[in-house]
């Protein structure tokens, strides 16, 4: 991460912090080590971004619906998914800072160093070896290729390394009113499996036809012992999941639709295409038959955001085997020959996006530190420049002074508004200082009454982008901000 990028994400940071949007969680007893709390500026913008993805998944999608199944579910279920035979990280430690790291990711952030001094041969050299690595699992090939590339740890600055060992990231408690009748049970570390056990009962309660999806909003935990980037990699964090079930032979088909489909999702808010990148894998989850990750460019280089899966009839099949339910759809359409497709287990095609994930990414694309000076005078403004749909304020009524019934006026505007749009109201300060307030939590309207409001009843809108203003009808109000933030704007 060069300088000016390391400036930026503290930048960032510290940002979210002071106006509301991200906290450290439990802060007061000095904090918990990758648990993060979203403030009230946070909880707005998380919740409008679940639902442009609920709306763009299930609303506008006639053969999608959603659920919300619970985080805790019967142990065999993770038995069956593989997790708790197989769901753990390479990890590494340096035996002077007693500091533990993800193997695979010292040796991508070395990649990342060759490319930007230029050396794409190493890189392209130690990415293939990685992916070999990984692919057949071999820890200490991993080792070798820290150690042969004299990969250091980034806090004692020495390559006194442990051997490469797997950690399991699931959380286990205890379920059961006495402790020595309790069952051990798990923290869902995904939420496809709620999804997939849930399969039958969805297809049959809605009467649901091949192709058809399920989709979930909900939290996962993961303990990862390496935890880094502020809230890319949590331990408590949410996904937004929606398992696509396919007729076996078309998985491909519905592989590159969804590919497509959920990189123009991440473009409808104005992001630029060049920030975005399909990563292939060269290793696929062993029950994968294509995968693809959509990263996006972050002040600390491309990472993944959202990834497309297609996952054969992996899961379905494994809840059947360990179950001893049926999981099998009956087709009834009609093939080539004219014949029914009969009872088969669908594939699936999956999307899984981090939640938190997205919320960084439009916070880091969305800031920005403009320098306003003129021959005049020095000025500056540090402005979110949020999709108007997404921003967690639609706009803030300013009455111009505290007195002439300037208040009262305002007031009342902000009472006609606020039934449809989350508002502030704000009379401290200068007006100046009070739109910079509303720049810097990318509020995208500012509304000022001033005396002129008593006479004709018009107001003074503000544009956040611009800075530009306009004089409207009072009574327009509704319909002037309710199209320029409409759910519309995205959903076309």
Known sequence: MSKNNDELFKNVIGHAKEYGFVFQSSEIYDGLSAVYDYGQLGAELKNNIKTYWWKSMVQMHENIVGIDSAIFMHPKIWKASGHVDGFADPMIDNKDSKKRYRADNLIEDKIARYEKDGKTDKALK???????????????????????HEIACPVSGTRNWTDVRQFNLMFSTQMGAMA????????RPETAQGIFVNFLNVQKSGRM????????????????????????????????????FVRPGTEMEWYAYWK????????????????????????LAHYANAAVDIEFDFPFGFKEVEGIHSRTDFDLSQHQKFSGKKMQYFDNDLNEDGKPFGNYIPYVIETSIGLDRMFLLTMCNAYEEQDLSTEDRKDSRTVLKLHPTLAPVKACVMPLTKKDG???????????????????????DSIGKRYRRQDAIGTPFCI???????????????????????RVEASELDNIIGKLVSWKNLLK
């Open 260 to 283: 497509q489909a959920r990189l123009k999702w991440h473009l409808a808010l104005g992001t630029p295409e060049e920030k975005y990148r399909y990563h292939d894998h060269a290793k």
């Open 126 to 148: 130690l990415q293939a070896d990685l992916d070999a690595a990984l692919t057949a699992d071999d820890l200490p090939a991993l080792k070798s290729l820290i150690e042969a």
């Open 209 to 244: 036809k091949i192709p058809f999806g399920i989709a979930q909003i909900g939290k996962a935990f993961r303990n990862e012992v390496i935890a880094r980037q502020f809230i890319m990699r949590m331990r408590e964090f949410e996904q937004m999941e929606m398992q696509f």
């Open 406 to 428: 300037l208040p009262e006026k305002a007031r009342e505007i902000m009472d006609q508004l606020k039934l449809d749009f989350n508002m502030q109201y704000d009379e401290k």
């Open 448 to 470: 000022t009454i001033d005396h002129q409001t008593l006479e004709d009843n018009t107001v003074t809108i503000r544009h956040r982008d611009s800075m530009e203003q306009e």
């Open 180 to 187: 020595e009748d309790s069952d051990e049970v798990y923290l």
